[in-house]
């Protein structure tokens, strides 16, 4: 069965300080891999999509990038936290068509402070 | 302009009662309709997927309906248990740019 995995589940920051999550996938091959944040009330924001290893498309201009240096890895970064930059931080995946099921990770908290 | 907006915002009732949460959505064209459960603090766990041509779907006790015509969709919970207590997030599919827009969802507590 194929499963997701996000870390680190809480993580809390300097202003200025660089950041890395990360997500892998197990159990299938290919994947369609996504970076959601999520704040509070509000719905969950597309960040990134990746279709394939090195191809990042990002929706929104932002502090953040995103690399897919493997085929089931997937890293969001930043080099210089914002304090704008704290929220829920949703990793998926989903296969084939992106309209396709979305399987989501656990979620990062991150607080910037 | 493509939108999801969900109601009510949030709603509390009894443990074993029922309850209906609405989804209106503006997209185009129309590919899907989702929903998504999240209990706090988790990421959100798909409950069901419908089609333009599918009216209702059921899951356990969640049943979704959808109505193509009028851009509706609800989910009804069925005798409802305090583990039912979450965020619900209504989702809808665009096909032309293989999108979707996630509502805000309604946040659903069940009371002993």
């Known amino acids: 069965s194929q499963t997701i995995h996000q870390w680190p589940a809480t993580l809390v920051q300097p202003v200025g300080s660089p950041l890395s999550l990360e997500c892998t996938v197990e159990?299938?091959?290919?994947?369609?891999l996504y970076w959601y944040r999520q704040a509070a009330g509000r719905g969950l924001q597309l960040l990134f999509y990746s279709v394939g290893i090195g191809q990042i498309s990002s929706e929104v201009p932002q502090n953040l990038s995103a690399s897919r240096p493997q085929d089931r890895q997937f890293i969001l970064s930043s080099k210089k936290l914002l304090l704008s930059d704290s929220g829920f931080y949703l990793c998926?995946?989903?296969?084939?068509?992106?309209?396709?099921?979305?399987?989501f990770g656990e979620g990062s908290r991150l607080t910037v402070l | 302009k493509n939108q999801v907006e969900q109601s009510p915002q949030s709603l509390i009732i009894l443990e074993g009662k029922n309850c209906t949460l609405q989804c209106n959505y503006t997209v185009s064209p129309f590919s899907n309709l989702r929903w998504y459960k999240q209990d706090t603090g988790r990421g959100p766990v798909s409950l069901t997927i419908m089609t333009f041509s599918e009216n209702t779907k059921s899951n356990g006790r969640y049943t979704a309906t959808l109505d193509a015509d009028t851009k509706q969709s609800s989910l009804h919970i069925t005798a409802s248990q305090l583990s039912d207590s979450a965020s619900y997030i209504c989702v809808a599919g665009y096909s032309s740019a293989s999108k979707i827009i996630f509502g805000s969802g309604t946040r659903l507590s069940i009371r002993p």
């Open positions: 998926a995946w989903s296969g084939g068509q992106y309209t396709g099921e979305l399987f």
């Open positions: 159990g299938t091959s290919n994947p369609n």
